[in-house]
């Protein structure tokens, strides 16, 4: 493990030119671009004790990334792409985290970062125009920018059920896996939840159980990853073709490095489409949904498509009964996270595997042997595993408990949902840039194309602040007004809003204000918008200078 304490001149105590909160994609990103690009002082803190933010915690049964591993990756830097060689079309866990390690170390990161290191409150000061950072244990750190780069599904979701807490077995969340792995062998598991995680960790579990339950509240589309090692001669184009790679992925809707083909699912036969579809069900994964423009703009044309997966399942599923539960989709393909498999639908013919219509038979509360549902059955289980999801977007954000000038909490902001411009600042909070914040593309594209094209507007705000001798950037809430009403716009627009139980719009945390998060209007437009803010001084922001500042 690399000495993560503070060296000089952070020991010193002088305030920080930027604190980045973080240590995966964003975070080291951002460190690198400050840093080594504008000779900034800067430092990133993380809790974990190793870098690679959210995959350093994505350790649950067959985690990986579904996004094919040469598009999840930074294209910043020629030498970081040509000296790393992806081993399978979509990476698992311990593979992204190499990936992070080698980033780290071929860009001498380490020094600039503390590991093991929890943000309790960030709280500006501002007359001093400074964020102050309290860490656990009480030391505080200062900093002119304050920047998160906490990811957008970091915050476990843990179901509150009756009983939890006398349970005699053991339960775990995927988002917080043991690092040492968990013991199936012999043990009859129970697991919640059939979203991403969910269809991910089912198969992995009931080859290694004694038996496995699996509780659907919603049943889920999901098409095949298809995933394989890399082909010698397929690591080659990949390491030889960065630049036409990158120019796919920045010319696309979602950021991943495939074009969506100009034609409707209005303008082919049943017999064409059938064709298609299962030409595109052989190749796998999210390329899946790319044969068609019109699958999350038009209601009939997505019934289509829709139809045909859920023909699927009941070809895969042997057994009738749970076949019907795992088809019964109430909505919209892709209207939710589409998530890709591999072998879902067939773990569902092993004799060990069972499923729970949760929403014929809800669970009353878990007991000390297992779980019992409103039916008064009961079910014996030696360990749960909750693959119930995030408290997405801003969940990680709020738990970092920042207050901005006038006492004004983020939390409290807001309340009624978030309120962000472009998704990088929020009014109230001064040289605070949230890294894929909500109203951002983030979570509805590949994750690192959001995630540099941020990095690298922040990088050119600070260096443009910089120019001007300013030391204060702020937006107003005016223009948090206008971007809300482009965010929902966007969304409306497409059938992404029309799916009340997804989480997309906070439903799976209870409490949590339904208001559609991401920006739907695709990430290449945004990319434009961004530019045109930028181009025209960063309208919709107020620049201070150090006599501004202290008038205020």
Not at 121 to 133: G, S, Y
Not at 512 to 537: N, Q, S, T
Request: aromatic content about 10%.
């Amino acid at each position: 493990m690399p000495d993560t304490s503070l060296s000089s001149p952070h020991a010193a105590g002088e305030p920080l030119d930027a604190l980045i909160i973080g240590a995966g994609f964003s975070g080291l990103y951002m460190l690198h671009s400050l840093r080594d690009r504008l000779g900034l002082k800067v430092l990133a803190v993380d809790r974990a004790a190793g870098v690679g933010g959210t995959w350093y915690w994505n350790r649950y049964p067959g985690a990986r990334c579904d996004s094919e591993s040469h598009s999840y990756a930074y294209t910043f830097s020629e030498e970081l792409w040509k000296g790393w060689s992806w081993t399978q079309r979509y990476p698992d866990h311990g593979e992204i985290r190499r990936y992070m390690d080698y980033v780290a170390d071929t860009l001498d990161l380490r020094p600039d970062i503390r590991l093991e290191t929890t943000v309790e409150r960030c709280d500006f000061d501002d007359a001093a125009n400074l964020w102050r950072v309290t860490l656990k244990g009480g030391e505080l750190l200062s900093a002119r920018f304050l920047i998160t780069g906490v990811g957008c599904l970091s915050t476990a979701n843990i179901p509150n059920l009756p009983g939890l807490a006398d349970f005699a077995g053991a339960w775990y969340h995927t988002g917080a896996w043991p690092h040492a792995g968990v013991d199936f062998a012999g043990k009859r598991v129970g697991q919640v939840g059939t979203g991403s995680t969910g269809i991910q960790s089912a198969p992995v579990i009931a080859a290694e159980a004694k038996h496995l339950t699996v509780f659907q509240r919603t049943a889920n589309y999901s098409t095949p990853a298809q995933n394989a090692p890399l082909a010698p001669e397929r690591k080659a184009w990949i390491r030889d073709n960065l630049d036409a790679i990158r120019s796919v992925m920045l010319a696309t809707t979602n950021g991943h490095p495939f074009t969506v083909t100009d034609r409707s699912l209005h303008d082919v036969t049943d017999a064409e489409l059938t064709e298609i579809l299962e030409r595109a069900w052989d190749f796998g994964g999210l390329q899946f949904r790319a044969g068609f423009r019109d699958v999350l703009l038009d209601e009939s044309a997505n019934a289509r498509m829709a139809g045909f997966l859920k023909d699927k399942i009941r070809r895969i599923v042997r057994d009738p009964a749970k076949a019907e539960i795992l088809a019964t989709i109430d909505h919209p393909y892709a209207g939710k996270r589409p998530p890709i498999d591999s072998g879902y639908f067939e773990a569902f013919n092993r004799d060990n595997v069972d499923l729970v219509d949760l929403r014929a038979d809800p669970i009353e509360r878990v007991v000390p042997s297992g779980v019992r549902l409103k039916s008064g059955r009961e079910i014996p289980l030696d360990i749960l595993v909750f693959a119930t999801g995030y408290d997405a977007l801003t969940g990680p954000l709020i738990k970092l408990n920042i207050t901005g000038t006038g006492g004004r909490t983020l939390a409290k902001e807001w309340e009624a949902g978030p309120r962000t411009y472009l998704g990088l600042q929020v009014a109230g909070f001064p040289n605070l840039f949230t890294i894929t914040g909500p109203g951002s593309p983030s979570v509805l594209c590949n994750m690192p194309v959001p995630i540099e094209q941020h990095v690298e507007w922040i990088t050119g705000c600070i260096a443009h602040l910089r120019e001007q001798g300013a030391t204060r950037i702020e937006t107003t809430p005016a223009a948090m007004e206008a971007w809300g009403r482009e965010v929902k716009r966007a969304a409306d627009a497409t059938l992404l809003s029309r799916v009340p139980h997804s989480w997309y719009l906070g439903a799976n945390v209870p409490g949590k204000p339904r208001v559609f998060m991401p920006y739907a209007g695709g990430m290449a437009h945004y990319r434009k918008l961004c530019a045109e803010v930028a181009a025209k001084g960063y309208e919709g922001f107020v620049l201070a200078r150090p006599a501004a500042v202290a008038a205020e």
